[in-house]
């Protein structure tokens, strides 16, 4: 079993960045796909990122793609999401999750998920 918890959420203004980590706990957190998501008010959660546990492989949606990247550390335990020119439609509760799927590009493709971090970004 694994088990997320993400951190790294705060006020930014607009332009600004963030680095979001997801630091996972259980003895075969390396077999897991790692997928990012956010909730804004009002919203529907929506995909943002996704690495794959063994290749490396990362999947993006449009709408960040060229701004957020994601890396892994299998050997810390820890994904991070790496938010440059944040805009304020970026401001939600970024949620990790692992999955034996791929790509965990859904809520329902997630075996486990963390209770997220809040993330404001400012005019």
């Known amino acids: 079993q694994v088990h997320t918890v993400e951190s790294g959420g705060g006020l930014v203004q607009a332009g600004g960045s963030l680095r979001l980590s997801c630091a996972a706990f259980?003895?075969?957190?390396?077999?897991?796909?790692i997928g990012w998501f956010r909730q804004a008010p009002g919203k529907e959660r929506e995909f943002v990122s996704a690495v794959s546990w063994n290749t490396g492989r990362t999947y993006y949606v449009d709408f960040v793609k060229g701004r957020f990247t994601i890396s892994r550390d299998n050997g810390k335990n820890t994904v991070i999401l790496q938010m440059n020119s944040l805009k304020p439609e970026d401001t939600a509760v970024y949620y990790c999750?692992?999955?034996?799927?791929?790509?965990?590009?859904?809520?329902?493709?997630?075996?486990?998920w963390g209770s997220g971090t809040l993330v404001t970004v400012s005019e």
């Open positions: 999750g692992a999955s034996s799927r791929w790509p965990p590009s859904t809520w329902d493709a997630l075996d486990f």
């Open positions: 259980g003895r075969t957190f390396s077999s897991y796909h």
